[in-house]
């Protein structure tokens, strides 16, 4: 059963820094990525990595954001430095068979998402 599992949310304060984790399990995907939805607002495209190499970013993230991807693990990362409130959301990991793009109708899996809460 082709599984991913996001970990590593929760309540912190601004300034604050958090790292994301997601497992795959059953199936080694071209390509994982990582999306966010804020309460009311559409889901973003936070960026991704292609399996052994190619990390894309979205237009919304800055510098604070690092996606890494360990293939021997099978695991993505999402590492973020000087969270903001702004920063506060849903994040969900994807993935697909496929290079990363940017538009979460072409992921055909997804995580059960991990909430990030940035308190001011």
């Known amino acids: 059963q082709v599984q991913l599992v996001e970990s590593g949310g929760g309540l912190v304060q601004a300034g604050n820094s958090l790292r994301l984790s997601c497992a795959a399990s059953?199936?080694?995907?071209?390509?994982m990525a990582w999306f966010r939805q804020a309460p009311g607002k559409e889901r973003e495209f936070v960026g991704g990595a292609n399996w052994s190499g190619g990390i894309f970013y979205g237009d919304v993230v800055k510098a604070r954001f690092t996606i890494s991807r360990d293939d021997a693990k099978n695991t993505a990362y999402l590492q973020i430095n000087s969270l903001k409130p702004e920063d506060t959301a849903v994040y969900y990991c994807?993935?697909?068979?496929?290079?990363?793009?940017?538009?979460?109708?072409?992921?055909?899996?997804w995580g059960q998402g991990t909430q990030v809460t940035v308190s001011s």
């Open positions: 994807a993935a697909r068979d496929r290079m990363v793009v940017g538009s979460p109708r072409e992921y055909d899996h």
């Open positions: 059953g199936h080694t995907f071209r390509s």
